[in-house]
């Protein structure tokens, strides 16, 4: 079964820049479509960046231009580069994984605080 684990969140002053990780277990990594997802308090999980293996990548319109998804197949592991971190991007950032129609798997969450 795969999982999914994160890393990198954590306090920002706005303007600053954070890189979160997210690395895979199993097998088949190339296969999978990986996305970032976040969530604030009191709202609902948006999209913020999707890449599939070799496609091009889609952001959301609020990060368009500060973030960046890339993905290191053979460290099985997506990566979201934030910079110009805004206090609005303050939320929990979700990784995950998709395969058909059958496997959808979220990672644990890391916070991610911009406030000066």
């Known amino acids: 079964q795969v999982q999914l684990v994160e890393s990198g969140g954590g306090l920002v002053q706005p303007g600053g820049s954070l890189r979160l990780s997210c690395a895979a277990s199993g097998s088949a990594f190339s296969t999978y479509v990986m996305g970032w997802y976040r969530q604030a308090p009191g709202k609902q999980r948006d999209l913020v960046a999707v890449?599939?293996?070799?496609?091009?990548?889609h952001y959301g319109d609020s990060v368009k231009g500060r973030f960046t998804i890339s993905r290191d197949n053979d460290k099985m592991t997506v990566y979201l580069q934030m910079n110009s971190l805004k206090p609005e991007d303050t939320a929990i950032y979700y990784c995950?994984?998709?395969?058909?129609?059958?496997?959808?798997?979220w990672g644990q969450g890391s916070q991610v605080t911009v406030s000066s």
């Open positions: 890449l599939t293996n070799g496609g091009m990548p």
């Open positions: 995950n994984l998709k395969s058909g129609p059958d496997i959808n798997v």
